[in-house]
């Protein structure tokens, strides 16, 4: 009887993903597949031609700042949310602690317009900071702007130091105390204990954060959308624009730039789960 119940287990377990896998192959593989079948068709059939459309010397300057965007916040976001993580493990105030990961837990999905309001109403030129600065006889305009590409880093930076916590938080608890304990005793200080144990068993973990990361800000297009418009320019502005036909129309080619971003992001998600795969393989 009670093999007999345990047999019919996984079967009950697989269908209870029978949603999840319908919801991911209707949103997901379907589209991504439309998406592939539309940038590798030309007016010939199966062409390469809407890709060579896409060297264009706007798209690849959106390339360009896309990449810089995506590795300055990411880097940016990894370093801050470690340190921040750190912080977090290390008290020993057990409500600060759950107060501070719940904190880090809102702004990471705290994106898109309403967080590109906000960053206006704050350091934009009429702005909440912006006017305090301005009282005590600093003026950060016109050397800095908000709406340009050096503002939407810090906007990004905003949401991705809180994912990095997330991220950071349970590498950080699997530090041992023994190894420091260890370290001391054989001589070593506390940077010497960081520089040759812990960040080199953190050094998966770090990385695998900053993939992440780069992935979710080469991906983020309304943050860039509502704080700059075209005035900086996107990966995901270039496609938009052809999406939606404010100069020209032209879906295929929108798709074979969505293409060269899918393998990007596809790229980083990889190289995530492989350093996440090893460390679990060392631990």
Request: one cysteine or more.
């Amino acid at each position: 009887m009670k093999s007999s119940s345990t047999s019919r287990w996984p079967t009950q377990a697989w269908l209870g993903l029978v949603p999840f896998l319908a919801f991911a192959l209707a949103f997901e593989v379907a589209p991504a597949m439309m998406l592939a079948k539309s940038a590798f068709t030309g007016e010939a059939g199966l062409s390469l031609s809407n890709f060579g459309r896409a060297m264009t010397p706007a798209v690849r300057s959106a390339f360009v700042n896309s990449l810089g965007l995506s590795l300055a916040s990411a880097a940016s976001g990894t370093v801050l949310g470690a340190l921040v993580a750190h912080a977090i493990v290390t008290s020993r105030n057990a409500g600060v602690r759950h107060g501070l990961t719940a904190l880090a837990d809102v702004t990471a999905n705290f994106g898109g317009a309403p967080l590109a309001f906000a960053f206006i109403i704050t350091l934009g030129s009429t702005g909440v900071v912006t006017l305090l600065l301005k009282q005590v006889g600093i003026d950060i305009y016109p050397s800095f702007r908000i709406y340009s590409i050096g503002g939407l880093a810090i906007a990004y930076v905003y949401f991705q130091m809180p994912l990095a916590v997330l991220l950071m938080i349970p590498a950080l608890l699997g530090l041992r105390r023994e190894w420091r304990e260890a370290s001391v005793s054989l001589g070593a200080r506390p940077l010497e204990y960081w520089r040759y144990v812990a960040i080199p068993i953190l050094r998966p973990s770090l990385l695998g954060c900053f993939f992440l990361l780069f992935a979710n800000a080469f991906g983020a297009y309304a943050t860039a959308w509502t704080l700059t418009g075209s005035a900086v320019n996107l990966v995901t502005v270039q496609i938009a624009a052809l999406v939606r036909g404010e100069v020209q129309l032209d879906p295929a080619l929108a798709d074979a730039i969505a293409v060269l971003s899918l393998v990007i992001m596809l790229s980083c998600v990889a190289a995530y789960q492989l350093l996440v795969r090893g460390r679990g393989a060392t631990t």
